[in-house]
């Protein structure tokens, strides 16, 4: 009986350390089976389904699937009107030409639960009636609340129960290499959602709004995607996607995106004043060049160049010159004439800041009280440019 019993242990034994070898070296062996279909009596090798796995490694999927829910694809139409004439030969080779409806496509992203979105003002812009469209297939009609067409920004609201919210993140704290992802509906095919990093912040000088400080990436974006979510690897949203620079009308790997940081002072300026309002010193500024520093005699060798002061503005009631350099504005240094126009917008109209000059030689501080920014006049994009998506 114990000679069987050996046996019967060293079998055991053995048959454990196969096991184990093909564990450690071949695991598919022991995690496939094959299976025969019932129709063709196929033998086919099925991984075991696992309906609560985790995520792969480096998998997107919780971020996509908290965000996605929160955006929208909106649809817009506004007439156009064609030319018409009383002339019968016009008529008789072109026919009456009236109004033809055009549409439009882009995207939103739901941030609050009263239904207010955030888009594109060039989405919206001048449409006669908009739709949105949920993840879930429910629509609904969409009503402006405010534009802001020197971000590029404008606000809906849809009227709507129990609506999907996503959560706003700390764009300031993106960094260059970040992942992030891109969410939208491209083209109309439906909503997408491409991943990448973050290739540069602070962009600006784009001709594209007259408030420009970017989130480049080189996440997908075309056209479709405009007023969708830029979003983090844990579903927050960074920015909303506004324009691509591109030579095809594609995406080429340069997307951007208008920072939820900017958004923020949007929203809370058009919900609670129905307007945004900026401040404004009446100045003309530019970058410092060795031709201006020569003609205007500056020693400075960094801030923005005033070349020209309105009579009787904020800036000449504080003794602001042409000539003068402006080097910080309440305390923040201005490297660029883009950085002055953002630094003053964001001051309170009626209230005084500190600027620090520096005048030839000479470094002044000097007490500005700015004033509300007057609207902006249309000026056309130009061509070459980066492309609104």
Avoid: C
């Amino acid at each position: 009986m114990r000679r069987y019993w050996l046996v019967f242990s060293q079998a055991v034994t053995v048959l454990l350390a196969v096991y184990f070898v093909v564990l450690t070296m071949k695991p598919e062996w022991l995690r496939t089976r094959p299976v025969t279909t019932g129709t063709t009596g196929v033998a086919l090798s099925e991984a075991p389904t696992s309906v609560n796995a985790p995520p792969p490694a480096g998998s997107f999927r919780v971020a996509a699937q908290r965000a996605s829910q929160a955006v929208v694809s909106i649809n817009t139409s506004k007439a156009a009107d064609r030319p018409s004439s009383n002339d019968p030969w016009f008529r008789f080779f072109f026919g009456d030409q009236g109004s033809v409806p055009q549409s439009g496509l882009g995207s939103g992203v739901i941030i609050s639960p009263d239904g207010f979105i955030l888009t594109n003002n060039h989405v919206v812009e001048g449409a006669t009636e908009i739709e949105v469209a949920l993840n879930d297939s429910r629509k609904a009609r969409a009503r402006i609340i405010g534009t802001d067409p020197e971000t590029d920004l404008a606000i809906l609201k849809i009227n709507l129960e129990r609506l999907p919210v996503i959560t706003l993140g700390n764009s300031d704290a993106l960094q260059v290499g970040d992942q992030v992802l891109a969410i939208g509906n491209p083209f109309g095919v439906g909503q997408t959602v491409t991943s990448g990093i973050v290739s540069a912040l602070g962009r600006n000088q784009l001709g594209i709004n007259t408030f420009e400080n970017f989130i480049q990436t080189d996440a997908a974006i075309n056209p479709g995607n405009s007023g969708g979510a830029l979003v983090d690897v844990n579903g927050n949203l960074m920015g909303i996607n506004t324009a691509i620079y591109s030579r095809s009308g594609g995406s080429m790997g340069i997307g951007f995106a208008i920072p939820v940081s900017t958004a923020k002072l949007v929203l809370e300026g058009i919900v609670k004043d129905g307007v945004v309002t900026r401040g404004w010193i009446g100045v003309e500024p530019a970058d410092l060049s060795p031709e201006l520093m020569e003609t205007f005699g500056v020693k400075a060798r960094k801030g923005v160049l005033i070349t020209g002061v309105l009579q009787n503005g904020p800036a000449a009631q504080a003794g602001i010159r042409p000539g003068d350099v402006v080097v910080q504005v309440g305390g923040k240094d201005i490297a660029n004439v883009s950085e002055l126009l953002t630094s003053v917008a964001a001051l309170k109209p009626g209230m005084a800041t500190q600027f620090k000059l520096q005048r030839r030689e000479d470094n002044l501080d000097v007490t500005v009280t700015p004033g509300k920014r007057p609207k902006p006049r249309q000026v056309p994009q130009q061509p070459g440019l980066p492309q609104q998506r």
